[in-house]
């Protein structure tokens, strides 16, 4: 049953508050299509939160190094109490542009679910950019966002989202907050030097549009 991954056992430790929220958060998103889409060895989620799709990369794939990161200290205590059990997960607290100054060129794949809708467009060619200095040459970055595609279900996720980041305060706001068509996303990754292999609409089931980006480095 979707939500019911065998890895959210790892997040038992946690309060039910927070056991909840990472229950939602995989029975609302396709994370385990973007885990299927793994390539290599080091991987990278970036904009981890309490780490649901840390633990479906890490969670019975001894052989993978997986790093989550999040600018948010608080979600990055809950996955330390949780996924960051694990001895092939590293958990830190700091932005894509901190860590590619740090690690460039060291990883294999990278994934980025819900983060750009948080930034203004302006500045995801920045974050792109840091993206593409993390991988290896022919290295894999795959991103899910929800697209503005005029939808009642644009509407509703947009509402939903409002309420968790401004008001109930789980997610912290980037500097925006709204969605754009997924012409815009493929336009940024082409421009920031990405091959874009694939593009793929995975809103069926869900309330919100998904939509699914893999690219690699051209």
Request: charged share 25%; glycine share 8%.
């Amino acid at each position: 049953m979707r939500g019911f991954h065998p890895s959210l056992a790892a997040f038992e430790p946690l309060p039910v508050q927070e056991r909840l929220f990472v229950h939602a958060r995989l029975f609302s998103a396709p994370l385990e299509a973007l885990a299927a889409r793994a390539k290599g060895r080091r991987l990278a989620d970036l904009g981890c939160g309490h780490g649901v799709l840390t633990a479906l990369l890490a969670v019975g794939f001894p052989e993978r190094e997986v790093v989550g990161l999040d600018p948010d200290a608080r979600k990055i205590d809950w996955a330390r109490r949780s996924v960051g059990r694990f001895p092939n997960v590293r958990l830190e607290v700091g932005t894509v542009h901190e860590l590619a100054a740090k690690e460039p060129g060291r990883f294999d794949c990278l994934f980025v679910a819900d983060v750009l809708y948080l930034l203004p467009p302006f500045e995801w060619g920045a974050f792109l950019a840091a993206c593409r200095a993390l991988l290896v040459p022919g290295g894999r970055l795959v991103i899910k966002e929800a697209e503005n595609d005029g939808s009642w279900r644009a509407k509703t996720a947009l509402w939903q989202e409002q309420v968790m980041v401004r008001l109930l305060r789980r997610t912290r706001e980037s500097g925006a907050l709204g969605f754009e068509p997924r012409e815009t996303l493929h336009r940024e990754l082409e421009k920031t030097g990405f091959s874009v292999r694939e593009s793929a609409s995975m809103h069926r089931g869900y309330t919100t549009p998904h939509v699914l980006f893999v690219a690699e480095c051209a």
